[in-house]
């Protein structure tokens, strides 16, 4: 896991090398505790460790607001694949969130993904899909205009998902990288609109290793994401190596701006991938 | 008296305690067609009991040599492989194939490669099996157990197969083709022309659930092509060691239209991945041993990959 050579062209980079650094010091704690045959509920109360050193890394010492129904998750509690692990956050629709950051306690570079719902936008709720590698608490923190954080959690038992290898088909996820499809769903209430956004990109962990010449495959992910629709933004993401191959974002959001959707994303080779999608196109 | 026997105690439990190169109690083969042997692997997942003894391997004997088969999911199970041919023949062990990158079937490679044989596979095998090499050390500590894992050094093919390729065992050729991405993206197959009989590897699961780790449409796409191999009988990777073909890719055609349809069907009616994978082929759930195991994850690949369509 060690010795993962980080890009850090954007400022997005960076963040995620800084992740990824602080995830090592404290991963190495973890490889002593691992010496030990434990349970799984040992491990589980040993996964919760890495999170009093998180917060200050991520929030300094701003309060966390546990309890309320400002964000909630949902993840299953058995990832049935740990590099494909579907991610569920709903916000209320009476505290305006604003922000909201994803993470993957254990993991390399635990920060998965934050995101920032521009004013107006209304996001009520958004999936993806993470890699885990490790039984542990996710946690989404939301922030309001109002500059408070609210945090919840899960747990999920996974493993090995940020190890593995990234495509099934190596050849073919070349081939495809930088396609993407939007898919509109109709919805029960009028007033609340849902689409998802997908991108082939491999999303390359960089944690696996070249068998010829025993260096580590550089990561090669999508950094940052926006997703406008009638010329006005909804959302933005900064991400990192968490989020899975062929990044897929779901969401349900409020705005009623007509026109089409517009989505950006650049990865962490300066590769910038666009497209204006006409209403209902996938 | 009592001193003789503690002496000859003693004695046997110095010579017992240091004896890995005992010799190795050879794998229980079937004769399942005249030179052609097959080993039952268990259905089930590997632990430390079974070793990882739990594909199907197998060998051809020619006139001048002998082609192993996978070399299953441990050392000591490449080297009762091995000790399993040498109860039946002397002739060389020149080749080791094996049929995709799987630790179940390419754990015991290096017992094959210290024995002479030379290892082929598919063109893609190399690279699969060096991405994954790390991943598989990790993932099968926790299977097999860490002293069984250590022993393993990841071994790769020595040579590769781009599309076909045919070897002379002396009086009898088999004939190793390598096939688009389905089960895996190194799927290799070997047919022994002599007795029409197909080693499939793992693109045939019998009794076993199907195990989806390369493409679902690719799979299916190839069933025909598959299922054209002029063959009498068919070796699983998992299941019974011989099978009538082509009747015996029935059930496992029929779970993966039905995995196809489930999650094409949750995908045009909009319905999210989290709650697709559960209901996926649940029709299927008591004709397969390991389902539980094996389908919600195969359903989770099949979204992946169908939602691109």
Request: glycine share 8%; net charge negative; proline share 7%.
């Amino acid at each position: 896991m060690a010795g993962n050579p980080m890009v850090g062209r954007s400022a997005a980079g960076r963040r995620t090398a800084i992740a990824l650094l602080s995830a090592l010091a404290i991963g190495g704690a973890g490889l002593a505790r691992a010496e030990t045959a434990m349970s799984p509920e040992q491990k589980a109360a040993e996964a919760d460790s890495a999170w009093p050193e998180l917060k200050p890394d991520l929030f300094g010492d701003r309060p966390l607001i546990d309890g309320t129904d400002t964000v909630s998750i949902e993840a299953p509690k058995r990832a049935t694949d740990p590099a494909v692990v579907p991610v569920k956050l709903s916000f209320d629709p009476k505290m305006e969130v604003r922000k909201v950051t994803l993470v993957i306690d254990e993991n390399p570079s635990p920060v998965a993904a934050t995101f920032d719902f521009a004013e107006g936008a209304g996001v009520a709720e958004l999936s993806t899909r993470v890699r885990v590698n490790a039984y542990t608490d996710i946690h989404a923190v939301a922030e309001t205009a109002d500059g408070k954080l609210y945090v919840t959690k899960t747990f999920v038992k996974a493993a090995g998902g940020c190890a593995a290898p990234a495509a099934k088909d190596p050849e073919v996820a070349a081939r495809e990288m930088g396609k993407m499809k939007m898919r509109e769903f109709s919805s029960d209430d009028p007033s609340l609109h849902e689409a998802q956004l997908m991108i082939r990109h491999p999303n390359n962990s960089g944690l696996q290793k070249d068998q010829v010449t025993l260096l580590y495959i550089p990561a090669h992910f999508i950094t940052d994401l926006s997703v406008e629709k009638g010329g006005k933004a909804l959302f933005t993401m900064t991400g990192g190596i968490s989020i899975s191959e062929d990044p897929s974002f779901r969401f349900k959001y409020r705005a009623d701006d007509a026109g089409p959707f517009h989505a950006k994303a650049s990865d962490t080779e300066g590769q910038v991938f666009e497209k204006t999608f006409d209403s209902g196109q996938s | 008296m009592t001193r003789t026997i503690l002496f000859a105690t003693l004695a046997a439990l110095i010579l017992a305690v240091p004896m890995p190169a005992k010799a190795t109690e050879p794998l229980a083969v079937t004769e399942i067609a005249p030179g052609v042997y097959v080993h039952h692997g268990e259905v089930a997942e590997t632990t430390p009991q079974n070793q990882g003894d739990i594909a199907n391997i197998g060998f051809i004997v020619g006139d001048d040599a002998v082609a192993m088969i996978d070399s299953g999911g441990s050392v000591p199970v490449g080297e009762a492989a091995l000790a399993a041919i040498r109860a039946v023949t002397d002739k060389p062990v020149k080749y080791l194939i094996n049929t995709h990158m799987h630790p179940d079937h390419t754990f015991g490679n290096q017992v094959f490669k210290a024995a002479g044989a030379t290892i082929l596979g598919h063109r893609r095998l190399p690279a699969a099996l060096g991405a994954r090499a790390d991943f598989y050390k990790q993932s099968m500590r926790e299977q097999l157990g860490p002293e069984l894992d250590d022993q393993v050094t990841i071994t790769g093919p020595d040579d590769t197969v781009a599309k076909e390729r045919r070897i002379d065992l002396g009086g009898r050729t088999i004939v190793l083709k390598a096939w688009e991405t389905a089960h895996t993206d190194n799927d290799l197959t070997v047919y022994d022309e002599k007795t029409r009989t197909l080693f499939a590897g793992d693109l045939l699961f019998m009794q076993h659930c199907p195990v989806l780790d390369g493409s679902l449409k690719g799979w299916l796409d190839q069933i025909p092509a598959l299922k054209d191999v002029p063959a009498a009988r068919v070796v699983p990777g998992h299941g019974p060691v011989s099978a009538p073909w082509p009747q015996a890719i029935d059930a496992e055609t029929r779970y993966l239209e039905t995995l196809a349809s489930d999650i094409r069907q949750a995908i045009r009616d909009g319905v999210p991945l989290a709650d697709a994978v559960p209901e996926a082929a649940a029709s299927e759930s008591d004709k397969w041993q390991l389902f539980d195991d094996y389908n919600p994850r195969n359903a989770t690949a099949a979204f992946a990959e169908l939602e691109w369509e």
